[in-house]
């Protein structure tokens, strides 16, 4: 599969954050890729992020990528974090969240909260495994059932998360559910980039979904 997508990526100038690592593997796979974040003579955590052109960044762009532990970095990242989504509703780009847990993990049901105030916004909720674990303790609900409950509650498009582990995708979508196991070891962070590279070609109906979550496989996939 070619890939022919887009990507603007909000992130912290040392880019170790789980969006950083999705959109990294999307230049590798030839996206086309414009990476904001503050400039070298500024601090993260209190950078200008009045100086974004959010509207011009945003036009014609498939994808907006954003990591959950960014809204955490201070008010800046966190203004231009929300900011980003808004636009990118403008404009008809589709954000991707990628839910992962804070190097404090106190501070999970802040991050967790923030990210509920934008569920709207979000066409794509990506958990790590290790997010959706305490994530689903936190909602007191199963793994399984905290994707699917998120889908229908928040009107998310695609609810999904990716073990690298057992090599298995797991998709809540308005078609149903998918659960798809690769027969290649993968990262979670490469999983998605090709995920939302087949997304970027494909319409996004049952069929279609299942064919981005697994073409990787050369069509050897065993659907469970």
Known sequence: MSAHFSIVNFRHPEGSDAGSL????AIDLGATVDIISSQKDELFSNFNYGNINWRDLLQNKHWLVNSSTTVLQGISPSNAWGASMIFGELEGTKTVMVVDVPA???QLSEMWGSIINRIRQIHILFFTSKALD?????????NQLLLSKIRLKGLVPIVCTYD?????AQIAHSSGEISVKLEIQLTYYYWLANFINGLSLINSNKDDILHA???????KNQII
């Open 22 to 25: 999705v959109t990294d593997c």
């Open 104 to 106: 404090d993990v106190n």
């Open 134 to 142: 305490l994530i689903s303790k936190l909602e007191n609900t199963s």
């Open 164 to 168: 690298d582990n057992k090599n298995i």
């Open 213 to 219: 979550a697994s073409y990787l496989n050369n069509r």
